[in-house]
């Protein structure tokens, strides 16, 4: 059965850090690209981050240079370090394979000034 199951939100203070973890039964995430996603408060889905079967790894904009997307293979858990929070990082994030909705209860992250 497939689980996705993401933790380590919290609420910080802007330019603070975090990280976030998936953690993943029922496929390798080895075997697939991978992403995380968010959803501010009444606003739609964007993709924060992406990581391919050879490592490549592809960033919105607006969180370049901040946060990195990483995987390990062996605990079969996807990551995703947030640093230098911004106001507009508040939203609840979700892990999924590319191509797919995300379908985990997702982790809050709240930053404030």
């Known amino acids: 059965q497939v689980q996705l199951v993401e933790s380590g939100g919290g609420s910080v203070q802007a330019g603070g850090s975090l990280r976030l973890s998936c953690a993943v039964q029922?496929?390798?995430?080895?075997?697939?690209?991978m992403k995380w996603v968010r959803q501010a408060p009444g606003k739609e889905f964007e993709r924060v981050a992406g990581?391919?079967?050879?490592?490549?790894?592809e960033y919105l904009d607006a969180v370049k240079g901040r946060f990195t997307i990483s995987r390990d293979n062996a605990k079969n858990i996807l990551y995703l370090q947030l640093n230098s929070l911004k106001i507009e990082d508040t939203a609840m994030y979700y892990c999924?394979?590319?191509?797919?909705?995300?379908r985990g209860q997702g982790t809050m992250v709240t930053v404030s000034s």
């Open positions: 999924a394979k590319v191509g797919d909705a995300p």
């Open positions: 029922g496929f390798a995430i080895s075997s697939y690209a």
């Open positions: 990581i391919y079967s050879n490592d490549y790894t």
